[in-house]
């Protein structure tokens, strides 16, 4: 299918703050989950009154809301579902995000108006299961992530209906995260909104033998820690956006809605010129070096292709540590400007000092070098730094500073 529009750039909330930075910084849409019938249970979710609110306040700007209710569900939870569905309905969300059948074919028939998106849980992975959704009455078909750039644009080519593709992001070491290891583990289950990711856990082996090929070994290297076999680098396709573009996928996906607002802000900035650029010059698309300094900032692993480009062969692990990279740390937000005394306003969030070399990444995309001068707390009482969490305090500002842009700082 050949897009007539710019593709949206669709970002993950875990809470209000992240859910208002992702619209503020360029998102197109938001995923998020509910308290109920999501598969991240361990995230901060809405409530129903939250989505209602955010709902709300992304239909100001033009911009959607999208639910996940992509539990594997179980009797109980079926019988639960029509209530929570009608409240959704009530919240004037965008779409529902749905992996179970049966909870797909509930929703047809309790909440018929609503639009459907197939979450990447239901492993879509050829033409004949996107069009089979699409028969179903499907309005979107969100890819599995073991996908080829090719596979995507035949699937694309032989359906009638909307695809969404994963751009970056955390990737599961199971297939589309249908796995059963954090059960296994830790009781608590990954395809009932539990998961604890055990994959990126340190384990105590020396190598791995394959029972029916004796005398066959296959070593892992490990530190005093253990070893990281099942730990997954990042998917990043930044570079290939024109691609994914021409194959036809309509939505493209952030990962990471247990992730920071500074991730969730920072990659969603970075994406929204991304797209810009790759829709309105395919031909000179080319990724700024800037753009990729910016998505080493935010807390990530190493960066992956993924399946887009090639099949993942052993250099698509991680296997030294399950520790994150970043660049910088996240200081504080700006939560106002007086512009006749010209002072910012700050919340802080890591510990920040007078004098420091800071930057702030505004809500437009901009940078801007900052020093912290003349700091003063909540009280105007001078400071030389912010050591408490959140706390407020304000500093000199000759420029005008926009409400929720970023300050962070340098790691040493």
Known sequence: MKLTHKPELLAPAGNMEKAKMALLYGADAIYLGGKLFGLRAFANNFDIAQIAEITA???????????????????????????????????????LLIADLGVYMTAKRVVPKLPIHVSTQANNTNHATVQAWHDLGAERVVLARELSLKEIEEISAKTQVELEAFVH??????????????????????????????????????????????????DLEEDEHGTYVMNSKDLCLIEYLPELIRAGVCSLKIEGRM??????????????????????NPAGYKVPE?????????????????????????????????????THDFVGIVTGYDAAAKRAYFEQRNNVKAGEQLELLM??????PFVLEEMQDEYGQPIDCAPHAQQKFSAKAEQELLVNSLLRKQRS
Request: net charge positive; charged share 25%; glycine share 6%.
């Open 57 to 95: 306040y992304a239909h100001s700007l033009g911009k959607k809301v999208y639910v996940t209710v992509n539990i594997f569900a179980h009797n109980e939870e079926i019988n639960k579902l029509p209530e929570y569905l009608l409240e959704l309905e009530k919240c004037q969300v965008d779409a």
């Open 363 to 368: 809500p437009d995309g901009s940078l801007v």
């Open 259 to 280: 992730k920071s607002a500074h991730y969730v802000a920072t990659v969603v900035s970075v994406y929204r010129k991304a797209i810009d650029l790759a829709w309105e």
């Open 169 to 218: 992001g955390a990737m599961c070491i199971s297939y589309s995260g249908r796995c059963l290891l954090s059960a296994y583990l830790t009781g608590r289950d990954g395809n009932r909104g539990a998961c604890t990711q055990a994959c990126r856990w340190e384990y105590d082996v020396y190598s791995l033998k394959e029972q029916k090929r004796p005398g066959e070994y296959f």
């Open 290 to 326: 800037a753009w990729l300094k910016e998505l080493n900032k935010v807390s990530h692993r190493q960066y992956t292709t993924g399946f887009a480009i090639n099949k993942p062969d052993a250099n698509a692990q991680v296997y030294t540590s399950s520790k994150y990279e970043q």
